[in-house]
């Protein structure tokens, strides 16, 4: 373990810590300039056509709920599955529905998953380890659409 707690290999990831808890590191943004970047409808700006991270979660730790206003897709690469909860495109969460992102497909575990735009999420490892997802966003991740639940 390294002084931040983090796993050995996840030390390696060079990642800090996330406003929604956990640890990430951004590892894509496609270029801003035509075609990598675009200007969808109702944004205030142009975005990166799509951004991706590692995202590292540890045994106990959970992310607050919250939205992002583009499409992400979660996949799973190492340790714990992650139980990935949906609450809705309402105001706040909603009653959640849980999705298990991770390698078991036997037992029901999905290893990528969809969270549209603007749903409520939230995730939390399953068991002791810690997890280790990368998330992408089209458009691109831009901390000005996302929200954390007040």
């Known amino acids: 373990m390294s002084a931040t707690g983090l796993p050995d290999w996840a030390t390696s990831l060079d990642l800090q810590p996330h406003p929604e808890g956990g640890w990430y590191r951004q590892t894509w943004r496609s270029e801003v300039g035509l075609p990598q970047a675009v200007l969808p409808a109702g944004y205030t700006g142009d975005r990166a056509a799509g951004t991706a991270i590692y995202f590292v979660l540890m045994p106990g730790e959970q992310s607050a709920w919250h939205t992002v206003r583009g499409s992400e897709i979660w996949l799973h690469h190492r340790g714990a599955p992650v139980r990935l909860d949906l609450g809705g495109d309402g105001d706040e969460p ?27 999420q939230r995730a939390r490892p399953v068991g002791d380890e810690a997890a280790l997802v990368s998330c992408i966003v089209v458009p691109g991740f831009d901390f000005e659409d996302f929200r954390l639940e007040d």
């Open 94 to 120: 909603g009653e959640p529905r849980a999705i298990i992102v991770g390698p078991d497909i036997d037992a029901g575990q999905q290893p990528q998953a969809l969270v549209p735009p603007g749903v409520w």
